[in-house]
């Protein structure tokens, strides 16, 4: 949608009306111009295509897709005035307003009871349907949005009128080529710095040393073509996302897509087999989006970069990330402490695993530190032929699948659309698009060398995507250690520079943890080029705040300040929604909150999840309406939530069941060890796990190497025994309920 702000009191935007006629009509002309589902089987000489060809046949049926929808559903401008009817107000809505209106002129010139009457009655009735509309509306909008948490963050903004929360808009001071200045600049002006401080010694980033790096054994010199059912089948199972560069909606795309599947799957496989990207596919149109809803929307510096890519070039990155991906897993290429981008693995995973390295660490009377470190727009810097010798030589991507990728990383541009308005052009010399399916997975193989030269030194490290935090466990008196930390940190920037990335110090944050006795002997500082790095009293880590003693009070505080905001909101908005929708809401922004990496707060006192259970108990009465002075425990029942202690019970016991199905990262299977007996006994087939033997008074004995082993022996056999995890889930739920509330 095109919008024009040139007017003030009206406002012009361009539509189509996709009405039924129009989708049909579509639907019977675009045959004629592209070819339907394919009858053959997909294979290498079938699609051996030159570039041209490749080209052609994703511009023509792009433009064939176009000129159609605009034949039976052009563009159309209209004006409407700013002040808009509510969208829930229909026609039959007004014509009750209509005769409110009659009987109340009516009931005041007149003067007579009976006028009276009715016109009360009538205006119940008014009510009463402007009441059901409205929550029929809003029932529908959230329906439809449950899992766009953005998108129902301003809906309830806009309905409680908390104009300070809305999302920013751009100024229109800010125009296209403005931002396309600003982050052309920025890239170059890192690239710059990295380059000034790039090592006269050393190795070339561009020439692996040996033994550096784990090389594939196998190479992938080709990609596979895919079948149209394959093809279908991501395309469906995809967001319904429309780019400015799309030639038609997506949801009109999935509707026709039986219809036009042949020529989707020659763009596809064209594209595999000749190793080249289409021209169209490598345009971007970047939506400036602000880092924070807090921050100012008039600096630039404000501003990250998103790049919208037509749709069915994201289905073509699927279908290589797909194979890649399995290339990566067959010759165990993946950096094991990287928990970015990758299938069973996540911030909590990550997050699990450092806090239960620090906990074991204090457990054994150490003390430790932790350094998180921070890049500038890594993303955006990342060096093509770095990147593409990193695949040849470290990957082992060969062939036509290397010529693949050099294609996909060459003459790429991009333009800004603000305020309608395009930029011109940018061509993109450097960097993976942020947005892209392909882009995070190419960083994280671009980073992949790092985790070598951390444990050259013998440092703790683990990594998500551009986030990489260390920590080294010591004794108090052995400071030589924080030397071989500050070394290692030297060799890092050394390495992050010649790969064109930039470390910020500014941003750079250090933590130390253990018990306070040993803590306060360890009263250094590390340095990084030339700059004091100080010790913080607490740190944001991947989305949780960690305090000194681990106790994460200060996380549960934040977490309780967010929520509460959160609930005092739909609670303005309760009697608009039915329970099923102010129940998704609650869901959305109070459950997620409290369940966001909870398995790190296994073994924490009740006094210190008191704050949460209160919140719980909040949502509950907002969402029953009840008394503040009734019992919360019979609400709960009724809604069958679990209480917060039990909540996070869940999830340890969950993460536990993935891990001895191998479903989880290897680095927590190396947590858990099952239960072999020295002799024959009744236990060894029972599905036990070893508890590990800690001193309960120091923070140790919270984790998950000794929580989840001491929660998992308690379960009844029925439980651990699950075979799926669908029904592990409900087993433990069941369980987990009836010891809750005592049944």
């Known amino acids: 949608m095109i919008k024009d702000s040139s007017m003030l009191r009206t406002k012009s935007y361009y539509s189509r009306c996709l009405s039924d006629n129009a989708v049909a009509k579509f639907k019977e002309v675009i045959p004629v111009l592209i070819p339907g589902p394919p009858c053959v089987s997909p294979g290498i000489n079938h699609y051996n295509l030159s570039p041209a060809e490749v080209d052609s046949i994703a511009e023509g049926a792009a433009t064939s897709l176009r000129i159609t929808l605009d034949s039976v559903a052009p563009l159309k401008k209209k004006i409407v005035n700013q002040r808009r009817c509510a969208p829930w107000y229909n026609s039959h809505i007004r014509t009750l307003k209509q005769k409110v209106r009659r009987l109340e002129r009516k009931c005041h010139s007149c003067k007579i009871d009976s006028?009276?009457?009715?016109?009360?009655?009538?205006?119940?009735?008014?009510?009463?349907?402007?009441?059901?509309?409205?929550?029929?509306?809003?029932?529908?909008?959230?329906?439809?949005?449950?899992?766009?948490?953005?998108?129902?963050?301003s809906t309830v903004a806009k309905l409680t009128k908390s104009h300070s929360v809305l999302d920013p808009r751009i100024p229109s001071s800010l125009s296209g080529e403005d931002f396309m200045s600003f982050f052309t600049d920025k890239v170059l002006a890192i690239r710059e710095k990295a380059n000034q401080a790039?090592?006269?010694?050393?190795?070339?980033?561009?020439?692996?040393?040996?033994?550096t790096y784990r090389v594939s054994n196998e190479p992938l010199s080709s990609f596979s073509p895919i079948y149209f059912s394959e093809a279908s089948s991501l395309i469906q199972k995809s967001k319904t996302t429309t780019c400015l560069l799309d030639p038609i909606p997506t949801h009109l795309l999935k509707d026709v897509l039986p219809l036009i599947g042949s020529s989707i799957l020659d763009q596809i496989n064209g594209s595999l087999v000749s190793g080249y990207v289409p021209r169209s596919y490598k345009v971007a149109v970047i939506k400036p989006l602000l880092k924070k809803p807090s921050l100012d929307p008039?600096?630039?510096?404000?501003?990250?970069?998103?790049?919208?890519?037509?749709?069915?070039?994201?289905?073509?990155?699927?279908?290589?990330?797909?194979?890649?991906?399995e290339h990566l897993q067959r010759n165990s290429l993946f950096e094991m402490f990287q928990s970015g981008f990758r299938a069973h693995h996540s911030?909590?995973?990550?997050?699990?695993?450092?806090?239960?390295?620090?906990?074991?660490?204090?457990?054994?009377?150490?003390?430790?530190?932790?350094?998180?470190?921070?890049?500038?727009?890594?993303?955006?810097?990342?060096?093509?032929?770095?990147?593409?010798?990193?695949?040849?030589h470290v990957?082992?991507?060969?062939?036509?699948?290397?010529?693949?990728?050099?294609?996909?990383?060459?003459?790429?541009?991009?333009?800004?659309?603000?305020?309608?308005?395009?930029?011109?052009?940018?061509?993109?010399?450097?960097?993976?698009?942020?947005?892209?399916?392909?882009?995070?997975?190419?960083?994280?193989?671009?980073?992949?060398?790092?985790?070598?030269?951390?444990?050259?030194?013998?440092?703790?490290?683990?990594?998500?995507?551009?986030d990489t935090q260390l920590y080294l466990s010591m004794k108090p008196e052995e400071t030589e250690k924080l030397v071989k930390l500050q070394t290692c940190l030297k060799d890092i920037k050394s390495w992050m520079s010649s790969n064109f990335l930039l470390l910020n110090?500014?941003?750079?944050?250090?933590?130390?943890?253990?018990?306070?006795?040993?803590?306060?002997?360890?009263?250094?500082?590390?340095?990084?080029?030339?700059?004091?790095?100080?010790?913080?009293?607490?740190v944001r880590n991947l989305g949780v705040t960690f305090d000194?003693?681990?106790?994460?009070?200060?996380?549960?505080?934040?977490?309780?300040?967010?929520?509460?905001?959160?609930?005092?909101?739909?609670?303005?908005?309760?009697k608009l929604l039915m329970q099923p929708d102010a129940e998704k809401l609650v869901h959305a922004f109070v459950t997620s909150?409290?369940?966001?990496?909870?398995?790190?707060?296994?073994?924490?006192?009740n006094n210190s999840l008191r704050s949460l259970q209160l919140i719980q108990n909040a949502a509950a009465r907002v969402l029953t309406g009840i008394d503040k002075r009734d019992h919360i425990t019979p609400v709960l029942v009724s809604l069958h939530w679990l209480p917060v202690k039990f909540r996070i019970t869940f999830k340890t016991l969950l993460l536990t069941y993935k891990v001895l199905r191998g479903l989880a990262p290897s680095y927590l299977e190396e947590l858990v060890i099952p239960y072999q007996p020295n002799r024959p006994l009744r236990s060894q087939n029972a599905g036990l796990l070893v508890v590990p033997r800690v001193s309960r008074s120091r923070m140790g004995g919270r984790a998950f190497s000794y929580q989840a082993p001491l929660l998992w022996n308690q379960l009844p056999v029925q439980v651990r025994e699950a075979d799926s995890i669908a029904t592990f889930k409900i087993r433990l739920k069941t369980y987990l309920f009836e010891k809750a509330y005592c049944y």
């Open 115 to 153: 006028y009276h009457v009715a016109w009360k009655d009538c205006l119940l009735v008014y009510k009463k349907a402007l009441r059901k509309a409205r929550t029929a509306y809003f029932s529908s909008l959230i329906e439809e949005n449950k899992n766009n948490p953005r998108f129902l963050f």
């Open 198 to 211: 790039i090592p006269t010694t050393g190795p070339s980033p561009d020439v692996p040393t040996v033994g």
């Open 298 to 325: 008039d600096v630039l510096a404000n501003y990250r970069p998103i790049s919208n890519l037509p749709f069915i070039s994201k289905v073509l990155e699927k279908v290589v990330v797909t194979q890649l991906l």
């Open 347 to 392: 911030t909590e995973t990550a997050l699990l695993k450092v806090t239960n390295d620090l906990l074991i660490a204090s457990d054994h009377g150490l003390v430790s530190m932790l350094v998180l470190l921070d890049l500038s727009a890594a993303f955006d810097t990342v060096d093509h032929s770095i990147l593409l010798q990193r695949l040849e």
């Open 395 to 466: 990957i082992g991507i060969k062939g036509t699948a290397l010529d693949w990728f050099r294609s996909y990383l060459s003459d790429r541009y991009q333009f800004a659309h603000v305020h309608g308005v395009p930029s011109s052009y940018s061509r993109v010399s450097h960097g993976v698009p942020q947005g892209s399916v392909l882009g995070p997975i190419l960083f994280t193989l671009y980073m992949l060398p790092l985790g070598n030269i951390i444990r050259q030194h013998g440092i703790n490290f683990h990594c998500y995507a551009d």
């Open 505 to 538: 110090p500014g941003k750079t944050e250090v933590m130390v943890f253990g018990l306070e006795p040993l803590r306060d002997r360890l009263d250094h500082m590390i340095t990084l080029d030339g700059i004091s790095l100080t010790s913080s009293l607490s």
């Open 548 to 574: 000194q003693n681990l106790s994460f009070s200060s996380h549960i505080k934040l977490v309780s300040r967010s929520a509460f905001f959160h609930l005092r909101n739909i609670s303005k908005i309760r």
């Open 593 to 605: 909150r409290l369940d966001y990496c909870n398995s790190l707060l296994s073994g924490c006192p």
